[in-house]
């Protein structure tokens, strides 16, 4: 299984990036996949995910209602649009899948696969 992260890079506050991960080795129909990030000097964070077949996606509070996750599969590709960043969004994004049926979000132990990471930088 291989992701690889894109989109990143340096916004003001309040702008918007789109970032996507494309996906190889795995379905992602089938697979829960989702978006972690983790600032500088603070532990990993989980933040948005897709479930495996349905499609339910879930958001943490803190990007609820700014940030949208979807996936393409005919692409197999994941996508997280990013409106109204602000400064505390500044991190590195990393998206992951797992091969659980049931998954808790949160804990980053039981997510299998990592992306390589994209740094998306937002100034005040």
């Known amino acids: 299984v291989q992701l690889q992260a894109s989109g990143g890079g340096s916004v003001q506050a309040g702008g918007s990036l789109t970032l996507s991960c494309a996906a190889s080795?795995?379905?992602?129909?089938?697979?829960?996949i989702g978006w972690f990030r983790q600032a500088p000097g603070k532990e990993p964070e989980w933040v948005s995910a897709?479930?495996?077949?349905?499609?339910?996606?879930y958001y943490a509070d803190s990007v609820k209602g700014r940030f949208t996750i979807s996936r393409d599969n005919a692409k197999n590709t994941l996508y997280l649009q990013m409106n109204s960043l602000k400064p505390e969004d500044t991190a590195v994004y990393y998206c992951?899948?797992?091969?659980?049926?049931?998954?808790?979000?949160?804990?980053?132990?039981?997510?299998?696969?990592w992306g390589q990471g994209t740094q998306v930088t937002v100034s005040s």
């Open positions: 080795g795995v379905d992602l129909d089938y697979n829960w």
């Open positions: 897709i479930s495996s077949g349905g499609g339910r996606t």
């Open positions: 992951s899948t797992t091969d659980r049926k049931v998954v808790r979000l949160w804990v980053l132990t039981e997510w299998d696969y």
